[in-house]
């Protein structure tokens, strides 16, 4: 027990010294020299009546100044979703094309993912920002990320943090754990290692998407904008990251327990079962938090113990390198408080698991 214990901290330690290394590399190769010639913005919506009005306004205050469409496609919404694009629609800069996209389960595809391929076959630029129907964005949202496309990226994919609009501690530890996750997808991908991103905040090649095969090449997938991360790096496709990494696109949080505990199943089952790599991630940082929130009251050598804590103060080092390039540098502060929070989601998450596996988004079961 003694040398596994032993070679498991080393390991962790390893790995996040390994990750705060690559997340203070400079790295002045990610931004290309020219703009991309015209973008479409294509967003799959469902039932999104009350957040429809939000994305357009936002979409509207859009710096970008070149060639633009924007493609709404409808995901069997059976709200006013439609009512309120027609309402707002003024907003944007541009007429919107709006599709409907109707689910096939002979496809062997999520609805969502046959949204996105309906999408991406009816867009006319070779550029494709795909972003969510429950976001704002910041108005140089699009033309940060067509500044940082070069012309052979296959995917670039920028930085989402949850709108906090009032004090409560269930969004506010939302918010940390989304910056957490995406200082661990940008310090990943600083070092060369398959990870992560969100479909909210992506823009893709359509040549490079339609050259992989698309939503069939990635088959089934509730992660479907991870999974298509890595089917590019997989063909060796290149992947970058929005420079500077700060937040471009915003979301609300779950205001209630079940759908955040939703969201975070479907973001666990569908990451760590596409990807080993995030599934050693995952599980080297559950086990170094069992041990330190355990260490008081094991009877371990003293050295191990000292270890374990000593690998708590380095993930914090590493939170507080990563939040300082992800423009959330003042939240690293409350780490401490988010273990609290962490191993109290951990066990709820674990009886969610047990007691209902199963996992409903959007009203459906997927």
């Not at 939000?54 to 060639?67: M, R, T």
């Amino acid at each position: 027990m003694f040398l596994f214990l032993l070679t498991f901290i080393c390991c962790y330690a390893a790995a996040i010294i390994y990750l705060t290394v690559s997340v203070l590399k400079n790295s002045g190769s990610e931004t290309a020299v020219s703009k991309v010639n015209g973008i479409s913005i294509v967003i799959p919506f469902r039932n999104e009546q009350k957040n429809i009005p939000g994305l357009l306004s936002s979409l509207g205050k859009q710096d970008y100044s070149g060639p633009l469409e924007i493609i709404l496609v409808n995901d069997g919404s059976t709200d006013d979703s439609l009512e309120k694009i027609h309402d707002h629609k003024h907003l944007l800069p541009c007429e919107p094309i709006v599709l409907n996209s109707t689910f096939d389960p002979g496809l062997k595809l999520t609805s969502k993912q046959q949204a996105l391929e309906t999408g991406f076959r009816h867009a006319n630029h070779q550029w494709i920002a795909l972003t969510d129907a429950d976001i704002k964005l910041s108005p140089s949202w699009l033309s940060s990320l067509s500044i940082n496309a070069a012309p052979d990226t296959a995917l670039l994919f920028g930085h989402t943090s949850i709108l906090t609009e009032k004090i409560n501690l269930f969004h506010l530890f939302q918010a940390f754990q989304l910056e957490f996750l995406f200082a661990a997808a940008f310090a990943m991908h600083r070092a060369k290692i398959p990870g992560s991103c969100m479909g909210n905040n992506l823009l893709v090649s359509k040549s490079a998407y339609m050259e992989c095969g698309g939503q069939k090449a990635i088959g089934y997938n509730i992660v479907e904008d991870m999974a298509l991360l890595n089917l590019f790096l997989r063909q060796k496709k290149p992947v970058s990251a929005n420079q500077p990494f700060t937040p471009t696109a915003f979301t609300p949080p779950e205001d209630k327990l079940c759908g955040f505990l939703n969201q975070t199943k479907r973001w666990a089952l569908g990451g760590f079962s596409s990807s080993p790599v995030l599934a050693l991630a995952g599980l080297l940082f559950f086990l170094q938090n069992i041990l330190f929130l355990s260490a008081p009251f094991m009877p371990i050598h003293p050295a191990l113990s000292i270890a374990v804590c000593a690998n708590f103060l380095l993930t914090w080092l590493f939170i507080a390198t990563a939040f300082r390039k992800t423009g959330s540098c003042c939240r690293a502060i409350y780490f401490p408080f988010y273990y609290s929070f962490l191993l109290l989601e951990s066990a709820v998450l674990l009886f969610s698991l047990l007691l209902k596996p199963g996992i409903e988004w959007k009203n459906r079961k997927i």
